[in-house]
C-alpha cells in the first residue's frame, strides 16, 4: 500500500463470506453477466475515496476479483463478524499504518450508489466522531413495523446528519415524525475499529443482534447521513432476482 499524505486517508474493505446459510456461495452469485462481488468492488472502486480491497475467506472471491481487475486477500473462515475479518485483512495490507480510516462495504449490496460511500465520510470531517453510518427515511409503512428493517434512532445536528442514540428493530421513536432505516455500512477511524473488534459482544447487541449497540454500549461515537435511497442488500434467491432486474434495467 502507498503512503499518504492528509488528514483523511480512507481504505475501502469489503467483507465477503462464501458459507452464507440463506443464499450459498452468494458474492458468486451472478448478475448482469458478473458475480455479484465484482459488482460490488466496481461501484466501491467508483467512488474514489481509496483504494478498494474485498476481504474474503475463499480463493473462489479472490479470483473472481482479480478477473476483474481487483484486489482481494484471503482471511480465515472463522470470523464472526465483517468487523473481524475486515481487521485481519487491515492488519495483513496496512502494516505500517498508513491508513487512518476503514470504510466497510458490505459484499451484498450490488446496487449501491458509490455518492453514498463518498458521504459516509463526511462525519470524520469532526474529530470527535469515532464511527460514521448511513440512514435513508422509511416511506413505506410497512417497513416503520418490519423487524427486518432496522431503525436509527437519533438527534439531528445538521439538516441530513444525526448523532445516533440507538439501533432497533422496534418501531422507533413513538410519536409523529420520520423514521429511519439505518443502512449497514459503516466508516471507521483506524482506532474505533481496533477497539471495537476487541470489545466482547454487549447485552443490547445479543437482545436486538445488531452489532453497531456493541460500539454505542462502550461510549463510542457514531454519526449517520441521510441518503436518498436504500440499496438493495442480497440475502435471499428473491433478493438475487430483484437485484438483477435492477442491474438489468441500469444497463449494468
Known sequence: MPSLRGPLRPLVLIPARLGATRLPNKPL???????????????????????????????????????????????????????????????????????????????????????????????????????????????????KTAPSVVKMVGAEIAPGRFRCLYFTRATAPAGPGALYHHIGLYCYRREALERF???KPSPLELREKLEQLRALEAGMRIDAVAVDVVPLGVDTPEDLERAREIMAGAGR
Open 197 to 199: 473488534v476487541r470489545l
Open 29 to 143: 452469485a451472478e448478475i448482469a453477466g458478473e458475480p455479484m462481488i465484482a459488482h460490488v468492488w466496481r461501484r466501491a472502486s467508483e467512488a474514489g475515496v481509496g483504494p478498494v480491497v474485498v476481504a474474503t475467506d475463499s480463493p473462489e472471491v479472490a479470483e473472481a476479483v482479480s478477473r476483474v481487475g481487483g484486489q482481494a486477500v484471503l482471511t480465515r473462515a472463522d470470523h464472526a463478524s465483517g468487523s473481524d475479518r475486515i481487521h485481519e485483512a487491515l492488519t495483513a495490507i496496512d502494516p505500517d499504518r498508513d491508513f487512518n480510516l476503514v470504510v466497510n462495504v458490505q459484499g451484498d449490496l450490488p446496487t449501491l450508489d458509490p455518492e453514498a460511500i463518498r458521504r459516509s465520510l463526511v462525519p470524520l470531517e469532526d474529530p470527535e466522531v469515532e464511527v460514521a453510518t448511513l440512514v435513508a427515511e422509511i416511506r413505506r409503512e410497512e417497513e
